[in-house]
Structures are given as C-alpha cells and as structure tokens.
C-alpha cells in the first residue's frame, strides 16, 4: 500500500485529491496539510511514501517544506511529488533541486496523478520530458558554465543512459533503445546518482541540463 500526505491551501483541490486516491485500491492518503510547516511536521510524524506538494502556500511555501523534508534524516524515504501548473509555475525546477522527485500539472488526467504517485513510487519517477524541457529552457542559463568534472567519472554507457533520463525516459524505455534488460537499465541509473550525489532521476535531469550534455531545445 502507497501511503500519500496531500498539501495544499485550497480545501476543494486537497478534497478532490483524497476522492481520487480513495477509489485506487493501492494508494491511502495518511494525512492533509494546508501549509509547508504543517506538511513538514506531519511528514516527519507519519512518514508517507509520498508527500503530494503544492509550492504557492501560506506561512511556508512547498519548495521550503520539500528542502527541509528531503534535507531531514529521519524523513527516510520519503518522495515529494509536486502538484502545480507548468505554464506558470516559476518554481519547479527550485523545487527539483530541493529534492522533488517529480512534478505533475493540476489540470493533469486524475489517471496520470496515480499514475505519476505509483511510478515514484517504484523509484522509477516519471517525469514529463516536454514540460522539462520548457521548465529548463526557462530557468536554467543558456550560457552555463560546462562543469565537466560532474560528469568525468561517468562511462560512455552511463553518459547515454543519463541523456536518455533527461529525454524523460523510463528503465524499460531505456532498456528498449538500448537493447539491455530493464534490471540492468535500473542498475545503471542507480550507479550513476551514486555517482553524481543525486537524490533521484528529476536531480539527474538537472545535472544533465546545468552540464551542457542536453540542451532545452533538443528533443
């Protein structure tokens, strides 16, 4: 069972949300926060495997709550999946780098907000590559600064696979243009956040955008 804490200021949406998840058989909301501090209090209390997280909140916005969430040791495993519109949102890839293992609009098909919960869930975070690379193209430089050293330690295989991660490819889509197996897609993944001291694939899909191998506009 997938335990979900769900944050958000606006009663009717966190409402809709519990409905939704209440028809899956494989998903349980465990809590409700109306504001940042209350999702971290409630987070570190009753350690979900999702924090579902809104960011314009009062008293403490949702990047600040994820930071200090995903920056807590006792928070374990907990995954923050942020809810919010891609258009207008300047603050996902904040949150991204906060710690965030994902993003999902709130106009979003209520069969893609379970869906995106049971893929983070399983590790395996899916993240929509068009609304990354929009996101990127907005607010990471065109002009950066190309940190090779990040990327040095990485084979000739890894640095495929991570340029696959920052297309928004799953392990079995990886492993389906690569032709390996998905177990040893995951194992490829897994080495190369070692690697690069990353939290999960979304931090991946930053390091591959800050270091110069993906840019926005590539497909």
Avoid: W
């Amino acid at each position: 069972m997938i335990t979900v804490l769900v944050v958000d200021d606006q009663v009717l949406i966190r409402q809709a949300v519990v409905d939704l998840f209440d028809a899956v058989d494989d998903i349980t909301v465990v809590g409700q926060a109306e504001n940042g501090r209350e999702a971290v209090e409630l987070a570190l209390s009753l350690r979900p495997d999702i924090v579902l997280m809104d960011i314009r909140m009062p008293e403490l916005d949702g990047i600040s709550a994820t930071e200090q969430i995903c920056a807590e040791p006792a928070a374990g495993k907990i995954r923050v999946l942020i809810l919010t519109t891609f258009e207008e949102d300047e603050y996902v890839v904040s949150a991204m780098r906060a710690g965030a293992s994902g993003f999902i609009g709130k106009g979003a098909e209520p069969e893609d907000i379970v869906r995106a919960v049971q893929s983070i869930h399983a590790g395996d975070s899916l993240l929509s590559a068009t609304a990354t690379r929009a996101l990127i193209a907005r607010h990471v430089p065109q002009s950066v600064d190309l940190d090779a050293s990040e990327l040095a330690n990485l084979t000739d295989r890894e640095r495929e696979v991570l340029l696959l991660v920052a297309r928004g490819k799953t392990n079995q889509d990886i492993a389906e243009e690569l032709f390996i197996s998905p177990l040893t897609a995951k194992t490829h993944v897994n080495r190369i956040m070692a690697k690069l001291n990353a939290h999960d694939r979304a931090q991946l899909v930053i390091v591959a955008y800050e270091t110069g191998l993906i840019s926005p506009g590539v497909p």
